[in-house]
């Protein structure tokens, strides 16, 4: 199994960035998808996640802020990111629910892609 995070960068608040993680190796359309970020000195924390039927959930923190999608087609799943401010800089990561829960914590999740830098200057 592989995820594969991408599109992160450097923006500025204010702008948007699209992250996608391409996987390989599972049944995507099965899975749960997840997004969580770690910011320097902080735990890893839950951004938003997709079920197989396309149920959606986020943080409070980003709700109506991010957006996540999932292409079963093309087993890739992605993160529009909007309106970006500087406490969103972290490490953005995908992970893969084998189950297709409805979860939030990391542990529940039992795939991980290599994470990919988000950073947004003021």
């Known amino acids: 199994v592989q995820l594969q995070a991408s599109g992160g960068g450097l923006v500025q608040a204010g702008g948007s960035l699209r992250l996608s993680c391409a996987t390989s190796g599972l049944t995507f359309s099965w899975y749960t998808m997840g997004w969580f970020r770690q910011a320097p000195g902080k735990e890893r924390e839950f951004v938003a996640a997709?079920?197989?039927?396309?149920?959606?959930y986020y943080a409070d923190a980003v709700e109506g802020q991010f957006d996540i999608s999932r292409d079963n087609a093309k087993e890739t799943v992605y993160l529009q990111m909007t309106c970006l401010k500087p406490e969103d800089t972290a490490v953005y990561y995908c992970a893969a629910d084998r189950w297709g829960r409805r979860v939030r914590a990391p542990d529940e999740y039992d795939y991980w892609g290599q994470g990919t830098q988000v950073t947004v200057s003021s």
């Open positions: 997709i079920r197989f039927d396309g149920d959606a």
